[in-house]
T-cell receptor, first 114, second 110 residues
């Protein structure tokens, strides 16, 4: 096991609602990245947090936002949910600035938007 | 053009076969390259890093061709347990973020 835990594991929401997903990083890791994986696709980079600050963002609208806490755990918030937001949301922890090394993924939160 | 492109497959091969996956990337400034494995409905896990000189880990061999911006993964003597999706992953150069390909699905048949 990677030591990265995510919650909830599954959830169902309706269009227009808001959702918060949570991630606890592996012990000693100070960087958390969030990815969205739609069915049949590879993970798409949403954003990364390093030492509580956003450090890079992918091509996602502002209704996708996040936080990192002093213990390096993180949240992903999505407002005004759309049907296309249905996906597996993966959190990955790593050590150090940027992503030049291995990412350790949690098992993901599977979001269904109806 | 996608930043990282892979043939999605599926590749259906018999046990014991040798299979090769290819991947191309668009950012010539990329510095780090990886193959990740993702089992059905599970999280991706690092299979191996890819080095310029090529590297081998048991039945798995990875190659990098910087001039052609091309990465490959060779699996020898395929096992049923190799059945998974193989994700090509490239560091995004100046953005320093890991970019994943769509993945190639491998199904090893008995």
């Amino acid at each position: 096991e990677t030591g990265v835990t995510q919650s909830p594991t599954h959830l169902i929401k309706t269009r227009g609602q808001q959702v918060t997903l949570r991630c606890s990083s592996q012990s000693g890791h100070n960087t958390v990245s969030w990815y969205q994986q739609a069915l049949g696709q590879g993970p798409q980079f949403i954003f990364q947090y390093y030492r509580e600050e956003e450090n890079g963002r992918g091509n996602f609208p502002p209704r996708f936002s996040g936080l990192q806490f002093p213990n390096y755990s993180s949240e992903l918030n999505v407002n005004a949910l759309e049907l296309d937001d249905s996906a597996l949301y993966l959190c990955a922890s790593s050590l150090g600035y940027g992503q030049s090394g291995e990412l350790f993924f949690g098992e993901g939160s599977r979001l269904t938007v109806l | 053009r996608k930043e990282v492109e892979q043939d999605p497959g599926p590749f259906n091969v018999p046990e014991g076969a040798t299979v090769a996956f290819n991947c191309t990337y668009s950012n010539s400034a990329s510095q780090s390259f990886f193959w990740y494995r993702q089992d059905c409905r599970k999280e991706p896990k690092l299979l191996m890093s890819v080095y310029s000189s090529g590297n081998e880990d048991g039945r798995f061999t990875a190659q990098l061709n910087r001039a052609s911006q091309y990465i490959s993964l060779l699996i020898r003597d395929s096992k049923l347990s190799d059945s998974a999706t193989y994700l090509c992953v490239v560091n995004g150069g100046a953005t320093n973020k890991l970019i994943f390909g769509t993945g190639t699905l491998l199904a090893v048949q008995p």
